[in-house]
């Protein structure tokens, strides 16, 4: 395997994620968008714009057709990953510092900080439900 240079954020990156074929590579950072790269030769192939906090996880779903990112900016966001447009977006009281999906894709987790005097958050959503998202 060869080192990839990772152009495209401007400060330290927090957490990279392969989809599950390995082609594609995705970033986030302190700053506030997140990246896909193709893991080849590192090429980035676009962004997700809409976060104004640091994003601290990033996923993707099994088919690589969603993308999901929590940041400091209390929000938890899924994206469509071929047109790179949010999809939904869940307001949290304090900043998201893990996400995830489940191996369906059907479910994702997302977990909260310990702070502003609040305990930290475990939460299971079922995307095919419309009153969750």
Known sequence: MKPLMLHGHERAITQ???NREGDLLFSCAKD???NVYYSLN?????NFHGHSGAVWCIDVN???TKVISGAGDNTCRVWDLER???INTIETATAVRTCMFS?????LMYST?????RFCEIH??????????
């Open 16 to 18: 990279i994620k392969y």
């Open 32 to 34: 506030h968008t997140p």
């Open 42 to 46: 590192g090429e980035r192939l676009g």
């Open 62 to 64: 099994w088919d690589s």
């Open 84 to 86: 790179g447009v949010n």
């Open 103 to 107: 191996f369906s894709g059907r479910m």
């Open 113 to 117: 900080d310990k702070s502003m005097g």
């Open 124 to 133: 299971i959503v079922d995307t095919a439900d419309k009153r969750q998202m």
